[in-house]
């Protein structure tokens, strides 16, 4: 038990202090200014892959063409892959009534969102390249403007840039946009740490330069998803100091909340099949050591209910972490300026635990379905 309790011990230090870190960073990092009257320069393309998003590509594609940007600097390539639903009717409706040079790539069968990408950067005529996932939307017309600023002001190649999800008054709702929200300061604060290890293909940027560089995906084409942070991964090697996370919220797009608990639990999934394959060890060590910190909690939470009494060691554990999470959360509420449904706070907080546990058990027998 003495040996449980000194693991215990360990483990919540560390996920506290890792969490700080993190903070701490995201608290340094300025928010980036773009002066309003200045222009940009650079030719910019903004890649979108599809499959059967029909009920959110035309919101998606709506945002990016209401945005204040100079149409002639800018480019549109959708790659629908292999869309079996109206996705490449809907997008065709609306890229044939703008001014904007756009192209349609239509895979005959599913190629994944690696090759589509790559396939739209071999025939786009930008420099700088910008990632959207379908299921996105912004509500500011400077969206672009923003990046694009950052890009020629900073001099970074490889763009961080914030996603948010849609508010939803549910549980399974708001844990997702609180995990989404703790995610957001570390992304944050460990980039500007100089120790980025989180980026999202939902909202990337970055130079046509730094990917011909690093080869695109080709150090891991074989595995089906880590076009962000597994690229992420290849631009660290070779320039870490384009590395930048554009902290403003002009910048940020909204994506939608999975409304089923199968469908999350198979996106948590996916998103543990490539623990393995990052050859981060910070990732690593997060993942074993937020997997422990959630067992631990489960294990008082489940003491407490059947006993009738929490130790005080697990009273320590379990507000030692609801304080930290709860620092990531206000952080975040204040970054966004949204409202927060925090009467979920404690459910959602709770629940979260057993949820991670039950995506790390099953990660060990299940395989993840691609859409």
């Not at 944050?188 to 290890?197: I, M, S, T, Y």
């Not at 623990?275 to 997997?291: K, M, R, W």
């Amino acid at each position: 038990m003495i040996i449980v309790k000194l693991i215990g011990i360990a483990v919540i230090l560390l996920y506290v202090l890792f969490l700080l870190y993190g903070a701490v960073g995201y608290l340094k990092l300025p928010a980036f200014q773009a002066d309003p009257n200045s222009k940009t320069s650079t030719k910019t393309c903004i890649i979108i892959c599809a499959r059967n998003e029909e009920k959110t590509i035309a919101a998606c594609l709506n945002s990016i063409l209401e945005q204040n940007f100079d149409t002639n600097l800018l480019e549109l390539i959708l790659v629908n892959d292999a869309s079996t639903d109206n996705t490449l009717n809907i997008a065709e409706t609306i890229l044939k009534q703008i001014q904007i040079p756009f192209q349609i790539i239509s895979n005959a069968q599913q190629e994944g969102k690696k090759r589509s990408i790559t396939a739209a950067i071999e025939l786009c005529n930008s420099d700088l390249i910008i990632t959207r996932d379908a299921d996105t939307y912004t509500t500011n017309s400077n969206w672009l403007k923003t990046i694009v600023s950052f890009f020629e002001l900073s001099k970074a190649e490889f763009i961080i840039a914030p996603v948010d999800i849609e508010p939803d008054n549910s549980f399974l709702g708001s844990m997702q946009s609180f995990e989404n929200d703790a995610l957001c300061i570390l992304t944050a604060g460990f980039a500007a740490n100089k120790k980025a290890f989180l980026c999202n293909g939902a909202n990337l940027a970055f130079s046509k330069n730094i990917f011909q560089k690093v080869k695109g995906y080709s150090s891991h084409q074989n595995i089906a998803s880590g076009d962000d942070v597994l690229f992420l991964e290849d631009v660290k090697k070779i320039a870490p100091e384009k590395i930048k996370y554009l902290k403003q919220k002009e910048a940020l797009v909204y994506t939608y909340p999975l409304k089923k608990t199968s469908a999350l639990l198979n996106q948590k999934l996916r998103w543990a099949s490539k623990f393995d394959s990052n050859p981060n060890q910070l990732n690593q060590i997060l993942g074993i050591l937020v997997f422990l910190c959630h067992v631990y909690t489960v294990f008082f939470m489940v003491k407490g209910l059947f006993s009738h009494h929490l130790p005080v060691f697990g009273l320590f554990f379990v507000l030692m972490r609801f304080f930290i999470d709860f620092l990531l959360l206000f952080l975040a509420s204040r970054y966004y300026k949204k409202a927060i449904f925090w009467w979920w706070l404690l459910p959602v907080w709770a629940g979260y635990s057993f949820f991670v546990l039950s995506v790390g058990i099953l990660s060990w027998f299940y395989k993840p379905k691609w859409k």
